[in-house]
């Protein structure tokens, strides 16, 4: 959920909108935000499943420390979603 | 190789700090280097405003403190890395860096390691699921990117984290069940818990996490009364339909770069565990190897701006620009600065860095 109005913060400052695929679905984003906050903000938890169990995982620590948030970004595996930023028609999907 | 002066590890308020001081004190080719994109730390989350004395910023929040630090910064001349790993450091005067997908190597004459803390986290049944978040992962979404991951929160610690995190999750436009703290009182400022307390959130202590439950994310949260041995007492469970579950039971120093440079350690559990042995300027025991903030132990950002000052004027004397009278009586005041943030509440913390000297981690 975005936070479009905040007491100390503000409004939400104006950014560019641009849409990301993601698992084959276009999603709102706005440019330079951590992909992870764009997924968020349109609902999406499970960010990867354990390769073992298949257990899922999303956000976690929201710096970069963690890894729990590893996709697959423009082909690229182990991408961390939480500190690497939208690009308008980017293609985010599940590592499997 | 690049010859730097005085290179410092991670730009939050300690590492800002120290860069500022020995700066201004003369010393030249200064860089902070930093992981993220934006200088700050920790400071570009909290929209509270700070404590203490004017020298403390008191009355001033995070989030405009890391941004006129920022600016002094760019004043002195200082050089930010930005987007920059520190992967390790050799000799105590040759950093590895990764920048740009390639690594590659830089000199210093004196480091200080800035380096932060990590959140720690409580296990229990159902602690992996999406939407169990660290305190500052949940501030990271909502202060910086302006995304509530969740609606319905029940937080899991009293200490002034998890109040001020409450606090702003119903700023932001979230619900707040409950705070719940397995020690029997709370942990932080009393001013904090008063506002929870007001906004009609419930503190429950002598409380913890028994299991979290959800199909591919939290679904519902049960927490468990303790006893005074914190053992669980059965029949005391009860069940919170909830989205997120916040974590706020404490950091741990960020220190494997002090490891990877030989530092001694000593453990003082009320410091975060294992933090480096220092002398009063802040120096390790690796010769030319400082630390400051939480990195040397987990206080607050007002007291990581004073032992990062220290350990910048430290340096300045060390590269021969302070005299070390006027050296000294400049560390006393940032010393003095400490004071306030090491007594009632947090009396804890001066006795665990007396502690840590008793312990021969203070090197005279």
Not at chain 1, 59 to 64: D, K, R, T, V
Not at chain 2, 168 to 187: F, K, T
Not at chain 2, 338 to 364: I, T
Request: net charge neutral; hydrophobic share 40%.
């Amino acid at each position: 959920m975005r936070i479009l109005e905040h007491p100390i913060l503000g409004d939400q400052p104006s950014r560019k909108k641009v849409t990301i695929d993601y698992e084959g679905k276009k999603i709102e984003a706005y440019e330079g935000e951590p992909i992870a906050a764009a997924l968020s903000a349109s609902g999406v938890m499970v960010f990867r499943r354990t390769k073992k169990f298949g257990e899922p995982r999303g956000i976690s620590c929201a710096i970069g420390q963690c890894t729990d948030c590893i996709m697959k970004v423009n082909g690229i595996p182990n991408t961390r979603t939480c500190v690497t930023r939208v690009e308008a028609g980017m293609t985010v999907e599940e590592q499997r | 190789m690049e010859q730097y002066e005085f290179i410092v590890v991670g730009g939050g308020p300690s590492g800002m700090s120290g860069a500022i001081e020995a700066a201004r004190a003369g010393v030249k080719r200064v860089a902070i280097i930093d992981e993220n994109l934006t200088l700050g730390g920790q400071l570009v989350k909290q929209t509270h405003k700070f404590f203490g004395g004017k020298a403390h910023r008191a009355g001033e929040r995070g989030i405009d403190i890391g941004v006129d630090m920022e600016r002094t910064c760019g004043e002195l001349g200082i050089e930010i890395l930005r987007d920059t790993v520190v992967w390790g450091i050799f000799n105590h005067d040759t950093l590895a860096l990764y920048q740009d997908h390639k690594s590659r190597r830089i000199r210093a004459k004196a480091i200080l390691l800035s380096t932060g803390a990590s959140e720690n986290n409580i296990t229990c049944p159902g602690w992996t699921l999406p939407g169990v978040m660290g305190a500052g992962a949940i501030q990271t979404m909502m202060n910086v990117h302006r995304v509530l991951p969740g609606t319905k929160i029940l937080m899991v610690g009293s200490g002034n984290v998890g109040l001020i995190v409450s606090y702003q999750l119903v700023q932001a436009g979230a619900e707040v069940s409950a705070v719940i703290d397995i020690l029997p009182a709370i942990g932080g400022y009393g001013v904090h818990a008063s506002k929870i307390t007001r906004l009609g959130i419930p503190i429950h202590v002598s409380q913890t996490l028994k299991e979290i439950r959800g199909q591919d994310r939290v679904e519902e949260a049960v927490t468990i009364e303790v006893d005074s041995s914190f053992k669980p007492i059965p029949g005391t469970e009860k069940t919170y339909p909830v989205d997120t579950v916040c974590i706020a039971v404490g950091l741990s120093p960020l220190s494997e770069l002090a490891w990877m440079c030989g530092c001694e350690f000593r453990y003082i559990g009320e410091l975060g565990g294992w933090v480096p042995c220092r002398r009063e300027t802040m120096e390790t025991t690796a010769p030319g190897i400082y630390i400051a903030g939480d990195a040397s132990g987990i206080e607050e950002a007002s007291t990581a701006m004073m032992t990062g000052a220290i350990a910048g004027l430290s340096v300045a004397e060390r590269l021969g620009y302070l005299d070390p009278g006027k050296s000294k009586i400049l560390r006393q005041e940032k010393i003095d600065g400490l004071v306030p943030f090491r007594c009632k509440y947090f009396e804890f913390r001066q006795e665990a860095n007396q502690r840590l000297m008793e312990m021969g981690g203070v090197v005279q």
